[in-house]
């Protein structure tokens, strides 16, 4: 979004899901490794389809612009594709060697996602497994928003994951502010280094993670920083079959609040120098499968303070509340709903709002919440007020027009393996 997940996910998903989530995949009865053609271990994530929008409005995309304020069904209007190549040579005595080549094709722009080489099996540590390149470390994600909110991966850097200290797994990683596609342009002679404790074992069915992060570089706007995220999963939470994440996350400067740097900027991309952040997120989700019933659920706060710039001090404060369901009727179709309010306020400014619901009737080939391949036939009506669609106007967004209001259509295939 993450623990002993089925391998047959890809970095996407299989990275992004919580402890509370992974009993809900491997109860869906995924198959256990990935698919492997002429030897190599093929993994991937894609979405694509047919969306429709009234004239002059987007075809997915309606959000306010925080970081858990898209909730996605039916509000992607998108295509896209990742394909994870990875080859595994195992030399005896639990001595491992492997790559993994990941490029991307989002909206016609390609990319890479992952590439590096790893390592593990060492007498010294044989849990461990040492990587080099640039490596997705998705530790946290909340599905029904797209958001990994605990994430310290996607820059060129040396690591190491899995050291079992006894009561919890230790993850380190070295980064610079370069990726396989911008190793040369990034403005910011930034370095980042994150500390991952994981699977620290709190009460019964209870565990907590800890993601610190250190940022410091050659800012031309704003300030080195610090990160601090920690995470509660819960099994058996209040009922049997429902699973509760709990997160507290706090960072400053360009310290990311999930992990990641924030704000370098991108010369690549047309972005000048950008200012740090002093954030801050409470967040709270649910997961559940009981029978034919599934889903997942999310309340969330954030507030962040611009630290730099014309606009130094301005701060935006963000909620979201809402989560999607799943009814299986019968094994292979389902009946998906999903819902969310979120606003947005910014200082010396009207209140934003906006509201989201979809249905869509779903094929599958399992019954449970986290089974795909999903083909689903979708209808959602987004609705905002005039705050939201003046902010988002100016962008080339959803308030075109003076409209307050979109009805999309679509029909979508999402497929991990």
Request: hydrophobic share 40%.
């Amino acid at each position: 979004m993450k623990q002993a997940i089925p391998e047959n996910l890809s970095s996407r998903a299989r990275r992004g899901l919580s402890g509370a989530a992974m009993a809900l995949v491997i109860a869906a009865g995924l198959p256990a490794q990935a698919a492997e053609i002429g030897g190599l271990d093929i993994s991937g994530y894609t979405r694509f389809g047919a969306y429709s929008s009234p004239a002059g409005t987007p075809r997915g995309g309606y959000t306010l612009g925080g970081d858990t304020q898209k909730f996605r069904l039916g509000n992607e209007g998108d295509n896209g594709i990742e394909l994870g190549i990875g080859k595994t040579a195992d030399i005896g005595d639990g001595r491992k060697f492997s790559v993994m080549y990941m490029p991307t094709v989002w909206g016609g722009n390609y990319g890479t996602a992952q590439g590096y080489v790893a390592m593990s099996g060492f007498d010294f540590a044989p849990e461990a497994r040492f990587w080099i390149g640039q490596n997705r470390l998705r530790l946290q994600e909340v599905h029904i928003v797209d958001s990994f909110v605990m994430d310290y991966g996607d820059n060129t850097g040396v690591g190491m994951t899995g050291l079992d200290l006894g009561y919890a797994k230790l993850g380190v990683g070295l980064f610079n502010s370069g990726t396989f596609d911008y190793s040369s342009i990034v403005p910011n002679d930034a370095k980042r280094i994150n500390l991952d404790l994981s699977d620290i074992r709190t009460n019964p069915g209870g565990t907590l993670r800890v993601l610190a992060t250190l940022v410091e570089g050659n800012f031309q706007m704003g300030s080195s920083g610090a990160g601090l995220s920690v995470s509660h999963d819960q099994s058996d939470f209040l009922l049997n079959g429902l699973a509760n994440t709990f997160f507290l996350q706090g960072s400053t400067g360009h310290a990311g609040i999930n992990g990641k740097f924030q704000g370098l900027g991108d010369a690549a991309n047309g972005a000048g120098p950008q200012p740090g952040m002093k954030s801050f997120r409470v967040a709270d989700m649910l997961n559940w499968q009981s029978g034919p019933f599934g889903g997942q659920a999310l309340a969330a706060w954030q507030t962040g303070r611009i630290d730099g710039g014309v606009n130094h001090g301005r701060s935006t404060r963000d909620t979201s509340l809402g989560g999607r369901i799943s009814y299986a009727i019968g094994r292979n179709f389902k009946l998906l709903a999903e819902a969310g309010t979120t606003t947005r306020s910014v200082d010396g400014q009207a209140r934003q709002s906006l509201n989201k619901f979809t249905i869509a009737p779903t094929l599958a080939l399992a019954p449970e919440f986290w089974s795909r391949p999903e083909l689903r036939f979708y209808l959602t009506h987004a609705s905002w007020n005039a705050a939201a669609a003046a902010a988002n106007v100016a962008a080339g967004g959803f308030g075109a027009g003076g409209r307050t209001s979109s009805t999309l259509a679509g029909a979508q295939l999402e497929v991990w393996w």
